[in-house]
């Protein structure tokens, strides 16, 4: 059960989160990892990839902007994409640590975990704020808007897939 619900995990965060940079910090986990687990991380690395290509098409598509607007949107949008993307990884964690946890649920780790993930909550509708502020400031308040309906149209559908894909707590022991 623990290893179906850990390639769930993984699964499910690769349908959710972007892509991990390929800098050192990616090297240095691949190369200490176990040649079975590079394998899943590569796998996971290009799907994410692939998922945040069709997400910024999505984005592109939905914004609409004019030349000007997107030159200053696209460079603050890829300054949050890198902000989400260190929090989507501190959401893989937690999913990962439920999945290690599953079948052992205690009461501690069962209110560890939901305070980990009510602070990924908050964590990102406050990147969401912060970014609605820069880019309604360097385009304007209706693009800045318009960034954040498309945003919560994007998050909403990947709650649904990890809260679907995710199986609801043990049953008390």
Same mark, same amino acid.
């Not at 914004?63 to 501190?90: C, I, P, R, T, V």
């Given at each position: 059960? @623990? ?12 349908? $959710? ?19 079975? &687990? ?9 799907? %994410?990839?692939?998922?945040?290509? *069709? %997400? ?5 598509? $939905? ?22 993307? =260190?929090?989507?990884? @501190?959401?893989?964690?937690?999913? =990962? ?5 599953? &079948? ?6 069962? *209110?560890?975990?939901?305070?980990? $993930?009510?602070?990924? %909550? =908050? ?13 309604? =400031?360097?385009?304007? @308040?209706?693009?800045?808007? %318009? ?23 043990? @049953?008390?022991?």
């Amino acid at each position: 059960m @623990k290893t179906k619900l850990l390639s769930l995990a993984f699964a499910v965060a690769a349908i $959710s989160l972007p892509v991990i940079s390929h800098g050192a910090q990616a090297e240095t986990a691949t190369t200490a990892a176990p040649a079975a &687990e590079n394998t899943g991380q590569d796998a996971l690395a290009l799907f %994410r990839a692939s998922t945040r290509i *069709d %997400r910024r098409d999505f984005v592109k598509q $939905s914004m609409n902007l004019s030349e000007e607007q997107g030159k200053k949107f696209w460079s603050l949008y890829h300054q949050y994409e890198a902000d989400l993307m =260190k929090l989507n990884d @501190k959401r893989l964690a937690v999913i =990962k640590d439920y999945a290690d946890t599953f &079948e052992n649920m205690s009461e501690s780790k069962a *209110d560890e975990l939901v305070k980990r $993930s009510l602070d990924f %909550r =908050k964590a990102r509708t406050a990147l969401l704020d912060k970014y609605y502020g820069k880019i309604a =400031k360097a385009t304007s @308040k209706v693009v800045g808007a %318009r960034f954040l309906q498309v945003e919560s149209v994007l998050q909403g559908a990947g709650d649904v897939v990890v809260g679907s894909s995710i199986p609801l707590m043990p @049953k008390e022991r």
